[in-house]
Structures are given as C-alpha cells and as structure tokens.
C-alpha cells in the first residue's frame, strides 16, 4: 500500500507568481482535502475534492484553485502569491470522507 | 462557525505518568472527531477516529473520548514515553465536510 505523496518537497517563489503543488492519494482513496499550516498554527482547511468535484471549501479566496484527477491525484494551485501564502501546505486522503492519512507536505516560502 | 480549542497549548511530564490532553469545539452537529500527531517540520499522523455516534476508541496506550451534547473530547496517554514528544492535534469533520483543527497542544515527556 503506498502512503501519501506530495512534491516538490521545499518551494521558494516571489511575490505576484503563480505555484502548483502536487499530491497522490493513498491506493483506493477517492477524497483529497488540501490543508495550510502557518508555524505554530493547526492545519486550515482550504477545500476537499471527492471524485474529482470540489465538496468542500474553507475561507480561502478564489486564488486558491485546485483539481483532481481521474486516479484521485490532486493539485493546488495558488495565483497572485502573497508573504502570507508562506506556509506548510499539506494533502490529506481518505475514502469516503473517513480517517484522513496525511503526506509531508511542501514548504512553500514567498519573498 | 464551529471552532476547536485545544487546552493546554503546551505541557511537560515526566516519563511514566498518564497524561490528558483536552478539545472542546462549539457546535456538536459533527461527523466525527480524529486526533493526529505532528512531528516538528513533518505531516500529520492519524492516531484515533471517533465517529459521532461513538464514545471513545482505543488504540495501545491512546484512548480518545467523545461527549458530542458537551462539545468536548480527551485524549488519554497512559505511561507517557520521551517518544510521544510531538504536537497534538484534534479535528472535527461538520456536517458541510469541512475540517476544523484546534492549534494544539505541544506536548514534552521528560526522560
């Protein structure tokens, strides 16, 4: 059984660009939830994908977009970056809405 | 809006003793209730799932509760370890599927 990935692992970006991150679900997973973490903060919810249409979002604005795909891999993309954009952005998995398994998540840093 | 709270922010015991770790969250209409670990800089480690009609689950030295009416969950850690230092977090999953995570509680065992 194959764990939760994302990539790129650590990602710097200037202010303004545009950033694409990257998730594969967990085999058999059909949910994807995408998740902001500022240091010393709990995770906060930005949306969640179940088969491949969005069913669920936090209060994030329409610059943070995001896809899933046929396998129930998943993006995010984040336009217009800002400083506050700065955080661990982590994917979750699960089937079903149920227990979620989590992946290391990218680092995004903007300067 | 529902929020989750997390007491205390941080605590230090020493190793052996049973500790309790505390999440209130404001609204009870709930799918269920999970708590993970952090590791610093990692992802989130599922550790218990309580659905909204359970009242506590149990896995080796873990036992979370649920009192959906009261808005409240405990998790339990019997015979602390300096390896259960880590951050632990609690989420609720509402009605809307959104997830909702406390801030946590940084937890230290000293050996």
């Known amino acids: 059984e194959t764990g939760v990935t994302q990539s790129p692992t650590h990602l710097i970006k200037t202010r303004g660009q545009q950033v694409t991150l990257r998730c594969s679900s967990q085999?058999?997973?059909?949910?994807v939830s995408w998740y902001q973490q500022a240091l010393g903060q709990g995770p906060q919810f930005i949306f969640q994908?179940?088969?491949?249409?969005?069913?669920g979002r936090g209060n994030f604005p329409p610059r943070f977009s995001g896809l899933q795909f046929p396998n129930y891999s998943s993006e995010l993309n984040v336009n217009a970056l800002e400083l506050d954009d700065s955080a661990l952005y982590l994917c979750?998995?699960?089937?079903?809405?149920?227990?979620?398994?989590f992946g290391p998540g990218t680092r995004l840093t903007v300067t | 809006k529902q929020e989750v709270t997390q007491i205390p922010a941080a605590l230090s015991v020493p190793e052996g003793e049973n500790l309790v770790l505390n999440c209130s969250f404001t609204?009870?209409?709930?799918?269920?209730l999970q708590w993970f670990r952090q590791d610093p800089g990692k992802g989130l480690t599922s550790l218990l799932l309580i659905q909204s009609s359970q009242r506590e689950q149990t896995s080796g030295r873990l036992n979370a509760s649920l009192d959906k009416s009261s808005g409240r969950s405990t998790l339990y850690i019997a015979a602390s370890q300096p390896g259960d230092s880590a951050t632990y977090l609690c989420a609720v999953r509402d009605r809307d599927d959104k997830i909702i995570f406390g801030k946590g509680t940084r937890l230290h065992i000293l050996p």
């Open positions: 085999s058999g997973h059909n949910t």
């Open positions: 609204d009870s209409a709930i799918y269920n």
């Open positions: 979750a998995s699960s089937l079903d809405r149920t227990k979620e398994y």
């Open positions: 994908y179940y088969r491949e249409e969005e069913n």
